[in-house]
Nanobody
Framework: QAQLLESGGGTVQPGESLRLSCATS????????VGWFRQAPGKEREFVAS????????KYADSLKGRIIVGRDNDKGTLFLQMNNLKREDTAVYYC????????????????WGQGTQVTISS
């Protein structure tokens, strides 16, 4: 059974950084694209970032480009999301996911979801 477990969420002040991690098990990690989505209160879940199976093909949401970095470790079955210069509008539950497409995740079927981790930006 596939499992994805996020960690690293919390409350930080505007302008600060946060690094989210996701540990996975139960599926062939290096056969899937992996990445992150988020859902803010009262809004739909949205794509944040993804990285293809080899780790070289990365895609970022336009609204976050330049402030985030996504990466994966195929040996460990983990992925991360480094977020810098955080803003209040980044407050959301962040979900890690594995996509059926080995290259891209945005607008494509998701095979597995994590439970989510809360990120709150507040002064």
């Amino acid at each position: 059974q596939a499992q994805l477990l996020e960690s690293g969420g919390g409350t930080v002040q505007p302008g600060e950084s946060l690094r989210l991690s996701c540990a996975t098990s139960g599926f062939t990690f290096n056969s899937y694209s992996v990445g992150w989505f988020r859902q803010a209160p009262g809004k739909e879940r949205e794509f944040v970032a993804s990285v293809g199976w080899s780790g070289t093909l990365k895609k970022y949401a336009d609204s976050l480009k330049g402030r985030i970095i996504v990466g994966r470790d195929n040996d460990k079955g983990t992925l991360f999301l480094q977020m810098n210069n955080l803003k209040r509008e980044d407050t959301a539950v962040y979900y890690c996911a594995a996509g059926n497409d080995p290259y891209y995740m945005e607008n494509r079927p998701i095979a597995f979801w994590g439970q989510g981790t809360q990120v709150t930006i507040s002064s």
